[in-house]
């Protein structure tokens, strides 16, 4: 099955699009002499003297051992902006960025083009403290292939290339017990660049590459079902596994598949995972089924969220299996939104914007800890511009003659079935009966007798999805209908019903002959639910469709509930404005009340996801 993706695919799904521009802004705001800063204080290029307050700081500090890593996550999110639009203001920025580092490595001796020394790794062999430099080093090579592959750049890999050379000196010199003591320091996803390289280069030292960064201390104890994860640094061994899960693509050898799934079961099967469908405190994995005493003000690292989000779509497309795109969903909508680019009203004398959070707390009266734009540079900083340069990926598959249809964003895509190419668009109809957007009072307005038919928010989301094609065309297009609906989801061809289902396990299936105009409708019903924690069943977080809500509060709250059910407990507040139905909801019987909203429509505001009830 392949990901449709590129400019096969448009997005017009109103945040998705302001996030990616907001994303392309901040790619080009930041300016080259600090991009390369590190690469060219270490090549002897860095003319500058003295300090720069306005450089880019925090782990991009030359003081800061990781310094450089961001560089790689920029030039990865160019490369994947460029891909879907086409950019080429953005392809000259990386062109030119490109450049000056092919001359940072000649003046290094030819090979060497990182922003850290080549002494790094002599104190990580020799056992001398030093914070994860192939960690580093792979964020620039992850850059520079993803440069050459989506954007062209053929200079990039002529620098992988001879940057790969001093690796397999390097790593060819230790024993099969020495090399794997170095691999037990954080390596990042080493193992997916030089699966990448060999399947770009079919070179075969990438070959002893692959084989020298298997990591058979962890990925052996994985096929041997043990719990290698509780209390475990996450990010250190998902990208080692997004490594195992390109080996596969690239050799189709079996093992590589059985880690990856082995490593699913093993993080998220058994594990089970908050509302959000995020996990870990502290960066590190919680007990199985134990999350009650990890709600702390450190959950859900977004690199976690990113990475994890990649595991679960290379599963989809081996399996196609809907149960993957269900957790991405959840992870997009209260991980990536959640905690990258807020964009709010303000008040109290804070922002309404907020750029990215490194944590999501979980704890009662927490508040998301919003980076500034050049301060921090911390790692989640790389995997925020990665994310929010991607947004129309994971909606389109194909599989031959099925089309999935994963995700449900304004978009469209076009693709090609046999000899025909066959465009597809996808729409929400809001259901709000106005255009109305603003509170000017010439906005324009449209009459009809949807605004009076649906007094209230609908208690289901509709979908269109239109078919064009130059001639006929038989292929099934495979409906996900997401696990939150709460009642039977329907779906009409041309007005005409053709399934109507609760089962969430599966695609519903509409295999016909298309012709241009043709029409299919997807009735999704949602509202609120609630879900509790793994180990304390009365402890429930509220979800209305995919996203988690939260109470505002700066105290933690119990929830005394009247009645049985504790969706009962909530009641919609401020529903409509303007033209909009809103994701607004009160308490009924609490004193004082707590009104909850979406926890991607947090900024500064204190909140509580998690709730003790008591009847």
């Known amino acids: 099955m392949k990901e449709l993706r590129g400019q096969n695919v448009k997005i017009y799904e109103g945040e998705l699009r302001r996030r990616e521009m907001r994303n392309r802004e901040y790619l080009m705001k930041l300016q080259n002499k600090y991009l390369l800063r590190n690469f060219q204080l270490e090549a002897g290029r860095y003319t500058g003297r003295g300090m720069d307050l306005d450089a880019m700081n925090g782990w991009e500090d030359p003081s800061c051992q990781l310094r450089g890593h961001f560089f790689g996550h920029w030039l990865s999110a160019a490369a994947l902006h460029y891909e879907e639009t086409g950019d080429v203001e953005i392809k000259a920025k990386a062109q030119t960025l490109i450049d000056e580092l092919q001359l940072c490595q000649k003046d290094n001796g030819g090979e060497w083009a990182c922003s850290i020394p080549e002494k790094y790794f002599y104190w990580l062999e020799t056992g001398k403290q030093v914070w994860a430099p192939q960690y580093t080093v792979h964020k620039l090579f992850m850059g520079l292939i993803d440069v050459y592959r989506l954007m062209g750049i053929d200079k990039a890999l002529e620098v992988a290339d001879k940057l790969a050379d001093w690796f397999y000196r390097w790593s060819g010199k230790f024993s099969r017990e020495e090399f794997d003591n170095i691999l037990d320091t954080e390596t990042g996803g080493m193992l997916e660049i030089w699966t990448d390289l060999f399947s770009i280069t079919g070179k075969e030292k990438y070959r002893t590459l692959m084989d020298r960064y298997y990591r058979g201390r962890l990925f052996d104890r994985l096929l041997e079902g043990k719990d290698v994860l509780t209390n475990m640094h996450a990010n250190t061994t998902i990208p080692e596994v997004l490594g195992c899960a390109r080996a596969y693509e690239v050799t189709g050898e079996e093992k590589w598949l059985k880690i990856c799934e082995a490593y699913w079961k093993c993080a998220v099967t058994d594990r089970g995972y908050f509302a959000t469908r995020g996990q870990t405190q502290g960066e590190i994995w919680t007990p199985m089924l134990k999350l009650k005493a990890r709600l702390g003000d450190k959950n859900q690292e977004h690199c976690t969220v990113y990475n994890m989000i990649r595991l679960a779509e290379f599963l989809f497309r081996q399996t196609a299996d809907p149960e993957y795109m269900h957790y991405i969903e959840y992870n997009v909508q209260n991980g990536i939104f959640a905690q990258t680019y807020w964009q709010g009203e303000p008040k109290d004398g804070k922002p309404g914007h907020g750029l990215l959070t490194y944590f999501l707390p979980m704890k009662a009266g927490s508040r998301k800890d919003w980076a500034g734009e050049m301060d921090s540079f911390f790692c989640c900083h790389g995997t925020m511009v990665q994310a929010n340069a991607s947004l129309n990926h994971r909606i389109f598959y194909q599989n031959e003659d099925n089309l999935y249809v994963t995700m449900y964003f304004n978009s469209s895509a076009e693709f090609t079935i046999g000899n025909t190419k066959v465009k597809l668009g996808l729409r929400q109809d809001y259901l709000n009966g106005s255009l109305m957007t603003c509170s000017e009072n010439n906005a324009r307005q449209t009459l009809g007798d949807t605004a009076a038919f649906y007094a209230n928010k609908p208690g289901f989301r509709k979908y269109e999805i239109t078919i064009n094609s130059e001639e006929d065309v038989n292929f099934k297009m495979n409906l996900r209908i997401p696990d939150w609906i709460t009642d039977k989801a329907a779906v009409y061809v041309n007005d005409e019903a053709v399934a109507e289902t609760d089962e969430t396990s599966a695609f519903v299936v509409v295999d016909r002959t298309w012709k241009a105009g043709d029409k299919v409708t997807v009735i999704l019903p949602i509202g609120l639910k609630t879900v509790s924690l793994p180990d304390d069943d009365t402890m429930i ?75």
Do not use: C, H
């Not at 005394?560 to 009641?571: A, Q, R, S």
């Not at 019987?589 to 909140?607: A, C, R, T, V, W």
């Open 541 to 615: 977080a509220y979800l209305y469709g995919p996203d988690v809500l939260a109470g505002i509060t700066a105290e933690e709250r119990i929830l005394y509930l009247e009645n049985e059910k504790p969706e009962d407990e909530l009641t919609a507040d401020t529903e409509r404005q303007w033209g909009d139905f809103r994701t607004f909801y009160r308490t009924e019987n609490q004193d004082p009340g707590i009104n909850f909203i979406k926890l991607n429509e947090i900024g500064y505001q204190p909140y509580q996801i998690y709730f003790k009830t008591k009847k």
